[in-house]
Nanobody, 123 residues
Framework: VQLQASGGGLVQAGGSLRLSCEFSGRAFSAYGMGWFRQAPGKEREFVACITKSGNMASLSDSVKGRFTITRDNAKNTVYLQMNSLKPEDTAVYYC?????????????????WGQGTLVTVSS
């Protein structure tokens, strides 16, 4: 499995970004997908996840109401729509894949990781 994340950048507080993660190498529709982030000096933390069919998703409390995770199985891509961004959202964002049909919220559960995309939110 290969994962290619993109869409990061510099945005002002209150702005929006959409991250994309393109999946290749196996059958995308067999994998639950997740987004995690890691800020400088901090541990990697869960942001969002979605089941392989896309019918259920989970979000961390810190992003609930502002971020949305979706997927397009025809395009082998998972998205993270980030609205009302805050400076504390600044981090490298990673997408991850786990074969199975569940909402996986722990980093240790994931089998494959993308290279990360940097999101910087200025105040």
């Amino acid at each position: 499995v290969q994962l290619q994340a993109s869409g990061g950048g510099l945005v002002q507080a209150g702005g929006s970004l959409r991250l994309s993660c393109e999946f290749s190498g196996r059958a995308f529709s067999a994998y639950g997908m997740g987004w995690f982030r890691q800020a400088p000096g901090k541990e990697r933390e869960f942001v969002a996840c979605i089941t392989k069919s896309g019918n259920m998703a989970s979000l961390s409390d810190s992003v609930k109401g502002r971020f949305t995770i979706t997927r397009d199985n025809a395009k082998n891509t998972v998205y993270l729509q980030m609205n009302s961004l805050k400076p504390e959202d600044t981090a490298v964002y990673y997408c991850a894949a786990k074969e199975g049909n569940y909402r996986y919220t722990r980093a240790s559960e994931y089998e494959s990781w993308g290279q990360g995309t940097l999101v910087t939110v200025s105040s």
